[in-house]
């Protein structure tokens, strides 16, 4: 007779589930958290540099676009030059690893080669969609002060925004990411608009 847990054994199936490979999904992930802070941060600083010597939205609009554009081409170039080091590094592994004696795990470790192209992009785009935060924020303010405001609160809603995103998909823990990228914001744009200030003073005066 059989006993109650024979009974309420699962039945195999066959299929045994496979579990998912953060280590791949960390390869456009960090390139996509990477742009997106950079982007915000670049131009939240840049703009916070030029207001502190030029009052104007049209200067800081077009500081904003410049900055905007160079920074999206150069995250994803440098990105996909970076990328596509490591590349070549883990492939040549993968070759002498296939020539040794053992052979290795080598399907496994071609799953996980990282992709150059997916990696530049992601970064590019995080980039410039990091970047329209702050410089939409300053486009519809024409009050010189309160354009500066807005732009710190608009970007600590993003960092905050991001910061926490990035830790949820990463499984990291959310209050001290989030807290680490915003503390580095309020840093960053701080420290330039000081230093625009005492150089703008100086040379400018």
């Not at 990477?34 to 982007?39: H, Q, R, S, T, W």
């Not at 992709?115 to 590019?124: I, K, L, R, T, V």
């Not at 486009?139 to 807005?150: D, N, Q």
């Amino acid at each position: 007779m059989a006993s109650s847990m024979d009974l309420e054994a699962p039945i195999p199936t066959g299929e045994e589930e496979v579990p998912f490979d953060y280590a791949k999904r960390a390869q456009w992930l960090r390139a996509a958290i990477l742009g997106a802070n950079d982007g915000i941060l670049s131009i939240a600083s840049l703009l916070m540099g030029v207001g502190a010597v030029k009052e104007d939205t049209k200067t800081m609009i077009l500081t904003g676009i410049a900055g905007l554009v160079a920074g999206a081409f150069s995250m994803g170039i440098g990105e996909l030059v970076s990328v596509y080091s490591q590349l070549d590094i883990e492939v040549a592994q993968i070759k002498r690893e296939k020539k040794s004696p053992t052979g290795g795990n080598t399907e496994q470790d071609e799953d996980r080669l990282p992709n150059p192209y997916q990696a530049a992009g992601a970064s590019a785009f995080a980039f410039a969609v990091g970047a329209a935060i702050p410089l939409l924020a300053a486009s519809f303010i024409k009050t010189y002060r309160v354009r500066l405001g807005v732009v710190v609160a608009a970007v600590t809603v993003a960092l905050v925004a991001f910061g926490w995103i990035g830790a949820i998909l990463g499984k990291a823990p959310p209050l001290r990411s989030t807290a680490r990228v915003v503390i580095g914001g309020w840093v960053a744009m701080g420290v330039t608009f000081a230093l625009t200030k005492a150089v703008g003073k100086g040379v400018l005066g």
